[in-house]
């Protein structure tokens, strides 16, 4: 083999190395700044910048979301949100509703922060999402609670998704509540003074019902086909009685939300005043019936005062400020208007 032929090889040797290592420092260098993109996308860190006037940061159980400083095609996944967000002004274009006993949505007591949008407000399921319908009605903000964990990454894809996450404080973190929806829509002095209007009304009809305040009883039950439901001070309308102020009977003076006793129990749900909790429909009030035919029944003191009345569970279920607004008015109506 002659010396050409031995240079010649040499080269050619050099010449595909150095070809390789220019093809490698072209995809490292591809590969890095595919990497740093994505990462500036998906995980945003301390380096970024800060969001911008049309975005705002959000904390919330999953973590941090940009959401939009002005949304304008909001959902919620429950009710609760869907009334806290209208009373902070916001309208929005889809939510998940509840169904009572009588089958319909337990959408009543928000009807009137509806307007004349209430047609264009989508039901995106009940009780629980469906998803092709979000996709549908395009949102540019998701605000759901923690029941929706499992499906965050589906709805982060969809569109910037935000979940409040209930506390064990149970029908009394509606109150935080409100603030978290305040900080969601940039608009958390007007969410304290909607809470600090509710206490108001509470010390209002504490003082007057005067020296009675303090010495009154108030039951609360809801009839069923096989006993009666207590009410205890965790249900929304025991934090609204709590928050006024008034003592409960003994049997109703727990922390829980609720129990089912028999008929047999009836001289326990005794009190200064009853308020009996029903869906009003045709159904509950045939429940309300067979409680009134009870033989226990006329044996208690405030049938025989006839302090015993009828409100409706659409606002005494659930937890939000505007059906504690309703439970307060079904307070001043009747321990201050009716004596």
Request: with cysteine; proline share 4%.
């Amino acid at each position: 083999m002659s010396d050409r032929t031995l240079v010649s090889g040499k080269v050619t040797r050099m010449l595909r190395q150095l070809l390789w290592a220019v093809l490698a420092f072209i995809l490292v260098t591809a590969c890095g700044a595919d990497h740093s993109q994505i990462s500036s996308v998906r995980s945003p860190d301390a380096t970024q910048t800060a969001p911008s006037d049309s975005v705002r940061l959000v904390e919330h159980m999953m973590g941090e979301t940009q959401v939009p400083a002005s949304p304008q095609r909001v959902i919620t996944l429950d009710t609760n949100l869907l009334a806290t967000a209208l009373v902070l002004g916001n309208q929005p274009v889809g939510t998940v509703a509840w169904l009572d006993i009588g089958g319909q949505t337990m959408l009543g007591p928000i009807k009137p922060y509806l307007d004349d949008h209430a047609q264009e407000l989508t039901i995106l399921g009940y009780s629980e999402v469906n998803l092709e319908k979000v996709l549908l009605v395009k949102p540019d903000l998701i605000l759901g609670n923690h029941h929706y964990e499992a499906i965050y990454d589906q709805l982060s894809r969809i569109a910037p998704t935000v979940l409040y996450e209930y506390s064990g404080n149970g029908n009394r973190g509606w109150k935080n509540m409100m603030r978290f929806c305040g900080d969601v829509f940039g608009k958390p002095q007007a969410a304290e003074k909607l809470v600090n209007e509710y206490y108001q009304r509470t010390q209002e009809l504490r003082q007057k019902m005067g020296d009675r305040a303090s010495n009154i009883q108030v039951s609360v039950i809801s009839p069923e086909s096989n006993g009666v439901r207590l009410m205890y001070k965790g249900s929304l309308g025991g934090t609204v009685l709590e928050d006024v102020g008034l003592s409960r009977p003994p049997e109703q003076d727990k922390d829980e939300v609720n129990s089912l006793v028999s008929f047999e129990s009836i001289p326990q749900m005794d009190g200064d005043v009853i308020f009996v909790v029903s869906f009003m429909d045709e159904d509950s009030l045939d429940l309300v019936n067979q409680l009134k035919n009870q033989p226990l029944w006329s044996q208690l003191e405030a049938i025989k005062q006839g302090k015993v009345y009828l409100v409706d569970a659409q606002h005494w279920y659930g937890s939000d400020i505007v059906r504690v607004n309703l439970i307060l008015d079904d307070l001043f109506k009747y321990l201050v208007n009716v004596q």
